[in-house]
């Protein structure tokens, strides 16, 4: 158990619609990252928050936001769904960012999204 | 930019045989450099990581060592075991502000008894 928490597990929708995936990190990291696994892309960094900022971006699309709150629990929106967003979405979380913490990160067991 | 290449899969070995799974990287400044494993059904753990060049990591039999002139981080396993059997993923840290670990897109291993 790395102590990172995801909900929901899995999640089946139709394409148009809007999903949000909620992640709690391990007690005490105050960075979160999200990462969308599918069999093409293999696994894709989205985005980073530090302490409720956002920190770094990858390649997430204009129709996907995400925030950290207070409580460092994170959200990933995913609007305007498409077949091509299913896939398996991941939350990671670390003491410090990339740069501080050495880079070990500590993932979840990932969000699966199927959208029909 | 900075970018990880490992070996397609998936790799098929009998139990007790010697693994490798390449892995290099492209990368700008000072990385260090991580293998992270997926077991079926759970998220990545971190298995290994190097961070400076002639590092060598290490964990449950499996090393890697940082090459910076082959701009390498092949994992390997004396012996491996049916419960080896997992995805294993090359990831490298740019080390820089604003940035954050990339993945190669993973090595299926097998093991067979």
């Known amino acids: 158990d790395s102590g990172v928490t995801q909900t929901p597990k899995h999640l089946i929708t139709a394409t148009g619609q809007r999903v949000t995936l909620r992640c709690s990190p391990r007690s005490g990291d105050l960075s979160v990252y999200w990462y969308q696994q599918s069999l093409d892309q293999g696994l894709q960094f989205l985005i980073q928050y530090y302490n409720g900022e956002e920190r770094a971006k990858g390649n997430i699309l204009e129709r996907f936001s995400a925030q950290q709150f207070p409580d460092l629990h994170s959200e990933l929106n995913l609007s305007s769904l498409e077949l091509g967003d299913s896939a398996l979405y991941f939350c990671?979380?670390?003491?410090?960012?990339?740069?501080?913490?050495?880079?070990?990160?500590?993932f979840g067991e990932g969000s699966r999204l199927t959208v029909l | 930019g900075n970018s990880v290449t490992q070996m397609e899969g998936p790799v098929t070995l009998s139990e007790e045989a010697f693994l490798t799974i390449n892995c290099t990287y492209t990368?700008?400044?000072?990385?260090?450099l991580f293998w992270y494993v997926q077991y079926p059904g759970e998220g990545l753990q971190l298995l290994l990581k190097a961070t400076k060049a002639d590092d060598k990591g290490s964990n449950k039999g499996f090393e890697a060592t940082y090459r910076k002139e082959t701009t390498s981080f092949h994992l390997e396993k004396g012996s491996v075991q049916v419960s080896d059997s997992a995805v294993y993923f090359c990831a490298l840290s740019p080390n820089q502000a604003g940035t954050a670990l990339i993945f190669g897109k993973g090595t299926t291993l097998s093991v067979s008894s």
């Open positions: 990368a700008t400044g000072y990385p260090s």
């Open positions: 990671a979380s670390s003491v410090g960012t990339a740069r501080a913490g050495g880079g070990e990160l500590f």
